[in-house]
């Protein structure tokens, strides 16, 4: 069975970093995209960050450019968002997706599997 988890949210100062892992348990793990997602309370889910099944492409939505960065380590099945100068406004739980599409994707239903989610919460 998939799995996908989600680690390393909390609560942060605005300003400050996290660094999220998502961990698969897909055997064929690196020929995967992986994007990664965030729900804040009453709003759609929305795209954040994906990063082709390789790690060559990656991309972002425009709020989170330059602050956010994703990678990903096949090795260890485990794709990586680092989060740096945090604003309330990226208050949210945090969703990793795999996508057998492979290259960099944005949509939703493009990905197959979910994780559970991880709450980050960003505020003084």
């Known amino acids: 069975q998939v799995r996908l988890v989600e680690s390393g949210g909390g609560l942060v100062q605005p300003g400050g970093s996290l660094r999220l892992s998502c961990a698969a348990s897909?055997?064929?793990?690196?020929?995967?995209?992986v994007g990664w997602f965030r729900q804040a309370p009453g709003k759609e889910r929305e795209f954040v960050a994906a990063?082709?099944?390789?790690?060559?492409?990656?991309d972002y939505v425009d709020s989170v450019k330059v602050r956010f960065t994703i990678s990903r380590d096949n090795a260890k099945n485990t794709v990586y968002l680092q989060m740096n100068s945090l604003k309330p406004e990226d208050t949210a739980v945090y969703y990793c997706?795999?996508?057998?599409?492979?290259?960099?994707?944005?949509?939703?239903?493009?990905?197959?599997?979910w994780g559970q989610g991880t709450q980050v919460t960003v505020s003084s």
């Open positions: 997706a795999a996508s057998r599409v492979g290259s960099v994707n944005t949509t939703l239903r493009t990905y197959d599997y």
């Open positions: 990063i082709s099944r390789g790690g060559s492409s990656t």
């Open positions: 897909l055997r064929t793990f690196s020929v995967y995209a």
